[in-house]
Antibody, heavy 117, light 108 residues
Framework: QVQLKESGPGLVKPSGTLSLTCTVS??????????WSWLRQPPGKGLEWIGY???????NYSPSLASRVSISLDTSKNQFSLNLTSVTSADTAIYYCARDTVGHDYWGPGALVTVSS | EIVMTQSPATLSVSPGDRATLSCRAS??????LVWYQQKPGQAPRLLIFSASTRATGVPPRFSGSGSGTEFNLTISSLQSEDFAVYYCQQNNNWPPWTFGQGTRVDIK
């Protein structure tokens, strides 16, 4: 059974860095054919794709966030992580990690991150 | 960036009725269209990929159609558990993958 779960601080100060980790079970992040994505959803709003990482370490980011985002892989812990720098209140959202194959077929439950002083 | 536009924003339907949701892409995405269902407090659930292929475990009352720029999701006979928000997403041209703004299906 594939499962994903996000973890990290729920509160980040403006201009700080948002850091989240996704722990994956039931499948290796080192396995080809899968992309490992981060997405977000501001409260009461729609979904936004942030970016993904492939098992090889290749990444792809949304152009609107590319200057502030990085995604990395830790195969020894079967995890992948998100860093988003210089955050503002506009970055307050539920952050989801997900596996991307033909679509995002497995999702974590989501982690609410609030940007506030 | 490809813009995805869903209509209507809200669809009020009686249980047992048929519902048709629309999704339009700003340029052709061939058949590279995904539909998700999201219930309050939950992560989205993959329903349909490649415009018309049901994901594992999705009931046959859900069907997808379309290609190019125009797509539909049809729920043939709405059940109580189908009242939710539905999103379309293109996975043809990246970056980035883009989503529609969602259609809320609520009880009439």
């Amino acid at each position: 059974q594939v499962q994903l779960k996000e973890s990290g601080p729920g509160l980040v100060k403006p201009s700080g860095t948002l850091s989240l980790t996704c722990t994956v079970s039931g499948v290796s992040v080192n396995r080809g054919s899968f992309y490992w994505s981060w997405l977000r959803q501001p409260p009461g709003k729609g979904l936004e794709w942030i970016g993904y990482i492939y098992y090889s370490g290749t990444t792809n980011y949304s152009p609107s966030l590319a200057s502030r985002v990085s995604i990395s892989l830790d195969t020894s812990k079967n995890q992948f992580s998100l860093n988003l720098t210089s955050v503002t209140s506009a970055d307050t959202a539920i952050y989801y990690c997900a596996r991307d194959t033909v679509g995002h077929d497995y999702w974590g439950p989501g982690a609410l991150v609030t940007v506030s002083s | 960036e490809i813009v995805m536009t869903q209509s209507p924003a809200t669809l009020s339907v009686s249980p047992g009725d048929r519902a048709t949701l629309s999704c339009r892409a700003s340029q052709s995405i061939s058949g590279n269209l995904v539909w998700y269902q999201q219930k309050p407090g939950q992560a989205p659930r993959l329903l349909i990929f490649s415009a018309s292929t049901r994901a594992t475990g999705v009931p046959p009352r859900f069907s997808g159609s379309g290609s190019g720029t125009e797509f539909n999701l049809t729920i043939s006979s709405l059940q109580s558990e189908d009242f939710a928000v539905y999103y379309c997403q293109q996975n043809n041209n990246w970056p980035p993958w883009t989503f529609g703004q969602g259609t809320r299906v609520d009880i009439k």
